[in-house]
C-alpha cells in the first residue's frame, strides 16, 4: 500500500499561472482534506471532501478549488497563483468524518510563486 | 471554537531521557479525538498517537504516552528514551465529533534531542 501519494513533489510558478496538485488514496478511505503549511502557523485546512461527490471549505480556501474525481482521487487547482501561495501543500485522508478518525498524510508538495 | 495551543516553540533533551511536549485544547463538543504527529526535516507528517475524549486510560504507543487530563483540557506528549531521530517538529491537532472533517492543529514544537 503507498497510502497518500501527492504530485509534484516541488513546482515553480510564476504569478497569474495555473497549476493543479494530485492527490491519491488506496486506503478506501472516504473523507480527504487539503491543508497548507506555513512557517510558525502550523496547517490550515483549504478544502476537503467528506464524501466521493461532496467538497465543502476549510478555513483559507480563498484562490483555490478542488475536485474530488472519485473516491481516491482529490485534486487542488491553482487558478491564478499568487506570492501568497508560496507554501507547503499536504493532502490527507481519514476512514470518515469520526473524531476517532486519523488523518494520514502524503508525503507534500512544495511551491513556490515568483 | 476549537483551539489547539503549543506554548513550546523549541525544546532540547538529552539523549535516553524523557521529555514532555505541552499541548492543551478547548472545544464544546462533548466528544473529541486528540492526536499527535512528528514532522522530521524531511517533511512528512508521521502519526503518533490518538486519545479519545471518553478514554479511561493514557494512549500510549511504544516510547510514546499521551498524559491525558480531561478537567484541565491539555494533552501532554511524553517521550520516553529519547533517540536522536526524534529530532523533529511535533504538532498537536484535534477534531470534535460536531466538527468532524475540521482538523485543528497546533503551531507545533521543535524538539532536539542532543547526544
Known amino acids: 500500500n503507498a497510502g497518500v501519494t501527492q504530485t509534484p513533489k516541488f513546482q515553480v510558478l510564476k504569478t497569474g499561472q495555473s497549476m493543479t496538485l494530485q492527490c491519491a488514496q488506496d486506503?478506501?478511505?472516504?473523507?480527504m482534506y487539503w491543508y497548507r503549511q506555513d512557517p510558525g502557523m502550523g496547517l490550515r485546512l483549504i478544502y476537503y471532501?467528506?464524501?466521493?461527490?461532496?467538497?465543502d471549505k476549510g478555513e483559507v480556501p480563498n484562490g483555490y478549488n478542488v475536485s474530488r474525481l472519485n473516491k481516491r482521487e482529490f485534486s487542488l487547482r491553482l487558478e491564478s497563483a499568487a506570492p501568497s501561495q508560496t507554501s507547503v501543500y499536504f493532502c490527507?485522508?481519514?476512514?470518515?468524518?469520526?473524531?476517532?478518525?486519523?488523518?494520514?498524510f502524503g508525503p507534500g508538495t512544495r511551491l513556490t510563486v515568483l | 471554537a476549537q483551539k489547539i495551543t503549543q506554548t513550546q516553540p523549541g525544546m532540547f533533551v538529552q539523549e535516553k531521557e524523557a521529555v514532555t511536549l505541552d499541548c492543551t485544547y478547548d472545544?464544546?463538543?462533548?466528544?473529541?479525538?486528540l492526536f499527535w504527529y512528528k514532522q522530521p526535516s524531511s517533511g512528512e507528517m508521521i502519526f503518533l498517537i490518538y486519545?479519545?475524549?471518553?478514554?479511561?486510560q493514557n494512549a500510549t504507543e511504544g516510547r510514546y504516552s499521551l498524559n491525558f487530563q480531561k478537567a484541565r483540557k491539555s494533552a501532554n506528549l511524553v517521550i520516553s528514551a529519547s533517540q536522536l531521530g526524534d529530532s523533529a517538529m511535533y504538532f498537536c491537532?484535534?477534531?470534535?465529533?460536531?466538527?468532524?472533517?475540521?482538523?485543528?492543529f497546533g503551531t507545533g514544537t521543535s524538539l532536539t534531542v542532543i547526544p
Open positions: 490527507a485522508s481519514s476512514l470518515g468524518g469520526l473524531s476517532t478518525d486519523t488523518q494520514y
Open positions: 486506503m478506501n478511505h472516504n473523507s
Open positions: 471532501s467528506a464524501s466521493e461527490g461532496t467538497t
Open positions: 472545544t464544546s463538543d462533548p466528544s473529541y479525538g
Open positions: 486519545q479519545g475524549s471518553y478514554d479511561q
Open positions: 491537532a484535534m477534531r470534535g465529533a460536531n466538527t468532524g472533517n475540521q482538523f485543528y
